[in-house]
């Protein structure tokens, strides 16, 4: 089963920078994509970047570009294991909501940050303040 747990929100001031980590596990195929959505209040889930675990090709929202730099670690002694990172810098109040680690198997790119996920962490605040 695949388990997905962040680490690393907060409270952080505009301007500011941020980095959130992904610690998954459970992962029995290595064609999959894993990235990052968040949720403000009151707004619907945003899906913000993802990376191929084959190729480490990565893709972006518009509204993130320039700003929000995903990367991943591969497990030297357990493939099944991979650590995300997503750097946040140039922190804006918008920026603010939960944070949610999501994997899939089949859906790439585009298609990942869409929506539709199969696996999804718990999430975790960021809170950015003006």
């Known amino acids: 089963e695949v388990q997905l747990v962040e680490s690393g929100g907060g409270l952080v001031q505009a301007g500011g920078s941020l980095r959130l980590s992904c610690a998954a596990s459970?992962?029995?195929?290595?064609?999959?994509?894993i990235g990052w959505f968040r949720q403000a209040p009151g707004k619907e889930r945003e899906g913000v970047s993802c990376?191929?675990?084959?190729?480490?090709?990565?893709?972006?929202?518009?509204?993130v570009k320039g700003r929000f730099s995903i990367s991943k670690d591969i497990g030297k002694k357990d493939k099944a294991k991979t650590t995300v990172t997503l750097q946040i810098d140039s922190l804006k109040p918008e920026d603010t909501a939960v944070y949610y680690c999501a994997a899939d198997f089949f859906l790439k790119g585009p298609e990942f940050l869409a929506g539709g996920i199969d696996y999804w962490g718990q999430g975790i605040q960021v809170t950015v303040s003006s």
């Open positions: 459970g992962f029995i195929f290595d064609g999959y994509y």
């Open positions: 990376i191929s675990n084959r190729d480490g090709e990565t893709w972006y929202a518009d509204s």
